[in-house]
């Protein structure tokens, strides 16, 4: 019988998930705010599909953009989360989140916060030349339970029209990171709304992040694109969602998910996911 199961095992191990105290996997999912209008696209038709496709791919960390809360209400249902962050309009439940999910067993949550995208990050603001929302950042620090080494996450939606906004984002985000985080690792993740060759992309990549696509050990998985904008014949050609790394972190595998079902996607985003193990 127990050859028996390790054979199953064996079988099976492109399933399961990874075991091992180095190794961990992050994703970042704008899951389309809860809009009514969407029809057969809407939140009710998809909120299952989300959850699974969380659930099955077996995330240790994610970040989330566009969820009202009751979308947020809807993944903490899922149990085996942890959640912090803060709905934009008012910082506390009003408005589209940019929050982040920690799996319990994996990460002790040591601190958290939220800030805004504008030059007045501490208050409910509206940042430069963005024309119609508030635009917000999440950030955590956790320990990792396995082996004790601390890590930063950030998690952010960049505005979708301002160029300067964006702009000025990925500034105040690399200077909220070095404050926060200091030494340690550091994942930068979200909807940057910005395609790679975009000088807001410029301004992180010459900080210093590393894109988890390009440092990948293995060969990126998926589409290039992550927008599909609900619609199955989408070039999948526009990558806006990225997960960026600073030090002691590598990246094994990168992959966005083009997961999908009767010819719908669920979500108008596709997800990024990165396997990442701790350097020594």
Not at 79 to 93: K, M, N, P, Q
Not at 117 to 134: F, H, N, Q, V, Y
Not at 196 to 213: N, T, W
Request: charged share 25%; proline share 5%.
């Amino acid at each position: 019988m127990k050859t028996f199961f390790l054979s199953l095992l064996t079988l099976l191990g492109g399933f399961l998930p990874a075991q091992d105290a180095n190794h961990f996997t992050v994703g970042t999912f704008n899951i389309r705010f809860n809009n009514p209008a969407d029809g057969v696209n809407a939140w009710t038709h998809r909120k299952d599909l989300v959850k699974g496709l969380i659930r099955f791919h077996h995330w240790d960390l994610f970040g989330v953009q566009e969820a009202l809360l009751d979308q947020i209400q809807d993944l903490e249902a899922l149990g085996e989360y942890g959640r912090v962050g803060s709905g934009r309009d008012d910082g506390v439940e009003a408005g589209e989140f940019a929050a982040l999910f920690y799996r319990k067993s994996r990460w002790e949550l040591l601190d958290s916060g939220t800030f805004w995208l504008s030059p007045t990050p501490e208050i409910p603001t509206m940042g430069w030349d963005a024309r119609c929302c508030k635009r917000i950042c999440t950030w955590a620090r956790f320990r990792d339970r396995t082996i004790g080494r601390q890590l930063v996450v950030f998690n952010a939606h960049f505005d979708h029209q301002g160029v300067t906004a964006r702009l000025e984002s990925a500034r105040l985000m690399d200077q909220k990171a070095r404050e926060l985080a200091g030494d340690l690792p550091v994942i930068l993740m979200g909807d940057f709304n910005d395609i790679p060759e975009s000088p807001a992309i410029e301004i992180l990549l010459k900080a210093g992040y590393r894109d988890s696509r390009a440092h990948s050990a293995q060969a990126p998985y998926g589409p290039e694109g992550t927008f599909n904008g609900f619609n199955w014949e989408a070039a999948l050609d526009r990558r806006i969602d990225y997960i960026f790394l600073g030090s002691s972190l590598a990246v094994e595998k990168y992959g966005v998910l083009s997961d999908s079902y009767g010819r719908r996607y669920p979500s108008d985003h596709l997800p990024v996911q990165v396997l990442l193990h701790w350097k020594p």
